[in-house]
């Protein structure tokens, strides 16, 4: 599989070992996503060799939280 150049989000748990998949196969992971901030952060330390990332904490179960995170994407990257 060949990711490289590709964008991909990820959060916590297995999300967080499919982001380490794409990091390994060439995506550029951007945005993590986690109810707990913190998680989100810490996940996107550990990632490691990407050019650059962000971290949103996010309830994927409210929407304005949602609408929030996908924005903070658009502005850090002007991807949508």
Known sequence: M???SKVAGAASGIDRDIASTFCREG?????IAD?????AAAAAAELGDVD????????VTDETQVTA???AAVAA????
């Open 2 to 4: 060949n990711l490289k």
């Open 27 to 31: 995506a550029k992971v951007v945005v």
């Open 35 to 39: 109810l707990n901030q913190a998680g």
């Open 52 to 59: 650059s990332a962000i971290n949103v904490g996010m309830d």
């Open 69 to 71: 995170g996908m924005a």
């Open 77 to 80: 990257f002007g991807v949508s």
